[in-house]
């Protein structure tokens, strides 16, 4: 009895083993399956098999185990589909080169303007270096013409220093220089300038005196009256610090003091003069003859023509030019070298044997 309830129970478990199989099967089957028609769907739906002809697609679908209705079915979904969107793999685009540039140009600009700026405050500064260095220059020479003169005494002095300077005063020394005068034949320097003149290096002089040295020298004192005259010469003499008046029989005589009345300096070009004059030997006395006339007046001829034909080259070098001498200037050179070496033989070796004078035609 047991044999057969173990047989019963064996039977049951191998049913129940057999149906969980069955029904594991199905479902792994039919995840496959639904598996099967995605992977053929996307298949269907890739760009690379969108375009090709619906014969091979219904072959390969065939191969891969579906029926026709599920192959139908996939055919007109992908047929409706919209095409695929591709994938975002374009290249990026090359990046802008306007920032570079504007930075190159701002460096251009900031590099030009840097060497402006820098030539601008050389040239300044150099401008306001000279600029300082004259205003002190001219402080300075301010401050050396102010400072003798700052003070009371030292204007005093400066005075007294120029009243009693004769050279620093202008002025004619004595009426015989050749003073100006203007058209109506008045001097052009004052009244007491020429009272000094009339007074230096002599003997005092009365108002009479010193009116008939004017009016003889000058035209327009001789037109007016001697009392106009003589007024205005009081007028010039009311200088007490030059002039000096002292008492006589004719009348108050009037004079100069201290180093204006000294006499004036003799000339340098007459000293001079008088020097050459003085060391130069005296010339010898020559016999006199017929042709002595003659042979000075060609001497003085020649010195003349001499210094004439000379004196055009220098003339030219003072303005510069150099010209070279013509053949005309060569000639007349040598003749007068000619005529000038017969004339100095002549006076240096004169005849010994006297001529007599030829008698003079008519």
């Known amino acids: 009895m047991s044999e057969p309830k173990d047989k019963e129970h064996s039977q049951t478990d191998t049913d129940d083993e057999t149906t969980h199989k069955t029904s594991g099967d199905v479902g792994t089957s039919s995840e496959s ?3 099967l028609i995605e992977q053929a769907r996307a298949f269907l739906l890739s760009s690379e098999i969108r375009n090709e002809d619906e014969a091979s697609k219904r072959k390969f679908l065939a191969e891969k185990g579906l029926s026709g209705d ?3 079915q996939m055919i007109l979904e992908a047929a409706s589909a919209p095409p695929p969107i591709p994938a975002r793999t374009y290249p990026q685009p090359a990046p802008s080169r306007l920032p570079d540039l504007l930075i190159g140009m701002a460096r251009s600009v900031a590099w030009l303007v840097g060497l402006s700026g820098g030539a601008l405050i050389i040239y300044y500064v150099r401008k306001l270096i000279l600029s300082m260095r004259f205003t002190q220059a001219w402080r300075v020479n301010l401050d050396s013409i102010i400072a003798p003169a700052a003070t ?3 204007v005093q002095a400066k005075k007294k220093e120029l009243a009693n300077d004769w050279e620093s005063l202008m002025g004619p020394m004595s009426l015989d220089d050749n003073i100006p005068t203007d058209a109506e034949g008045k001097p052009t320097c004052s009244m007491a300038l020429l009272l000094r003149a009339a007074l230096r290096g002599g003997d005092g002089k009365t108002v009479a005196q010193l009116a008939k040295q004017l009016q003889t020298k000058f035209k327009y004192y001789e037109k007016l009256e001697k009392a106009q005259v003589a007024e205005l010469i009081g007028l010039g003499l009311s200088d007490k610090e030059t002039f000096e008046e002292s008492d006589s029989e004719t009348g108050p005589v009037y004079s100069l003091k201290g180093a204006a009345a000294t006499a004036p300096p003799t000339k340098t070009l007459i000293t001079s003069l008088s020097t050459l004059h003085s060391t130069m030997k005296p010339s010898p006395d020559l016999p006199s003859t017929a042709a002595q006339h003659t ?7 020649t010195a003349y023509l001499s210094s004439e034909t000379y004196t055009v080259p220098t003339w030219n070098r003072m303005y510069g030019s150099r010209s070279q001498p013509t053949g005309v200037e060569e000639d007349l050179r040598k003749d007068i070298r000619e005529l000038r070496g017969h004339i100095l ?3 240096s070796f004169p005849s010994a044997v006297p001529r007599a004078p030829t008698p003079l035609a008519g």
């Open 33 to 35: 399956r639904a598996l």
């Open 70 to 72: 599920e192959i139908d």
């Open 152 to 154: 009371l005494e030292g």
């Open 295 to 301: 042979l000075q007046t060609l001497t003085e001829l």
């Open 345 to 347: 033989t002549r006076r």
